[in-house]
Each structure stands twice: as C-alpha cells, then as structure tokens.
T-cell receptor, first 114, second 115 residues
Framework: DVKVTQSSRYLVKRTGEKVFLECVQD?????MFWYRQDPGLGLRLIYF???????EKGDIPEGYSVSREKKERFSLILESASTNQTSMYLC?????????????FGSGTQLSVL | GENVEQHPSTLSVQEGDSAVIKCTYS??????FPWYKQELGKGPQLIID?????GEKKDQRIAVTLNKTAKHFSLHITETQPEDSAVYFC??????????????FGRGTQLTVWP
C-alpha cells in the first residue's frame, strides 16, 4: 500500500522562524500536494507539483514556498512563520492521469506558531 | 476555478439509520467526483468515487449519486455504524487526461453515529 510520510506529527515554532515541513512518498507517484486544513474551511490547496523541480500555486500560496528536488520528496517552506499559519498541514500524492486521480494522504503535521 | 459547496456541516444519526451528505459544484466541465473519509488523527482516505458518465455507484453500505444537469452529487450511507463517525469530504475535478489531478474539496461534514 502507498505510504505518505510526514516528518513531524506536532511542531511548535516562533513567529518569524523559517519552517520546513517534509513529505516523502514511496510509490513513485508523479503528483504531490500540500493542503492546509482548518475547522470549517475544509482542505485548501497551497501548492502542488507534477514533476521534479516543477511546482504550481494552489489557492492559498501566499507566505509559503515548496521544493521538489527528488520525485519522492516534497517540502513545504514557511519563509517567516506567522500566527495565522497555525494549522494542520496535509501532504498527499497521486499517480496522475485518467483513472489514477486517487489521492493518498499523510497523517498530517499540526503546526503551532507562537 | 471550481467551487464545491457541501451540506450539512454536521450530521448526527442513530446507529442503523441512513445518512446523506450533499454537494454542488459550479463548473459543468467537472467530470470526476470522489468522496474522502477522515478519521480522527488520520489523513483523508478515498471511500468511493464516480465519473460523469455514471449516475450512481454502490459499494456495500455506501452509494454516490450524480445529477449532472443540476450539478450536484450526494453520498448515502445506509445502516450506519459508530465506526462511520468521521469527517467526510466531497471533491470535484476536471479530468483533461493530463497528469494534473487537481481536486477541489468541499468544506467537510462531521458525521456522528450514536449507538
């Protein structure tokens, strides 16, 4: 079964810190995604990538950047963390293409910015 | 982009009753509609999906219906059990045959099944 692993389950950071959230998938998937989950707002797409070194903005990219140097790894970067970035962050991957749209999610990283 | 609305935001049912969650979408080009279930402390998992060339799909106690004309689709869970308690998300996407499988999610429904 596909495994999507997020490096931390809980993370506490200070305002202004640079924060790295790491995600690794083990099934050679083409597409990788970063979502943010907040109560009442559902899953909002921050960035996604359909190939190594390629990235596309999602719906809420402001304050975030991403890096995909290897196919299996997709990193989310908060350049200067702010309190309004306190949230649950979910990474996902998919094979891509018709019939292969199924997303496989990690268990999430609960980030608190103080 | 696509806009997916989901109702209700919370739903409580007695064990054994049915539960229905409804979603609408805005882009008539959307042609793929999955449903995800998120249990406490876990990431969402796909439970059922439907494509626009099909009106209904069933998998044991869960079913999804699609009305393309009205641009809405629904999740039906029959004979609910306490383990069905979770947050459910609907989603829509436009499959153009590329690798960009970008989904647009609804805001989620917290389903609670009371024993």
């Amino acid at each position: 079964d596909v495994k999507v692993t997020q490096s931390s389950r809980y993370l506490v950071k200070r305002t202004g810190e640079k924060v790295f959230l790491e995600c690794v998938q083990d099934m050679d998937h083409e597409n990788m995604f970063w979502y943010r989950q907040d109560p009442g707002l559902g899953l909002r797409l921050i960035y996604f990538s359909y190939d190594v070194k390629m990235k596309e903005k999602g719906d809420i990219p402001e304050g975030y950047s991403v890096s995909r140097e290897k196919k299996e790894r997709f990193s989310l970067i908060l350049e200067s963390a702010s309190t309004n970035q306190t949230s649950m962050y979910l990474c996902a991957s998919s094979l891509g293409g018709t019939g292969d749209e199924k997303l496989f999610f990690g268990s999430g990283t609960q980030l608190s910015v103080l | 982009g696509e806009n997916v609305e989901q109702h209700p935001s919370t739903l409580s049912v007695q064990e054994g009753d049915s539960a229905v969650i409804k979603c609408t979408y805005s882009d008539s080009a959307s042609n793929y509609f999955p449903w995800y279930k998120q249990e406490l402390g876990k990431g969402p998992q796909l439970i059922i999906d439907i494509r626009s060339n099909v009106g209904e799909k069933k998998d044991q106690r869960i079913a999804v219906t699609l009305n393309k004309t009205a641009k809405h689709f629904s999740l039906h869970i029959t004979e609910t059990q306490p383990e069905d308690s979770a947050v459910y998300f609907c989603a829509a996407s436009i499959d153009r045959g590329s690798t960009l499988g970008r989904l647009y999610f609804g805001r989620g429904t917290q389903l609670t099944v009371w024993p």
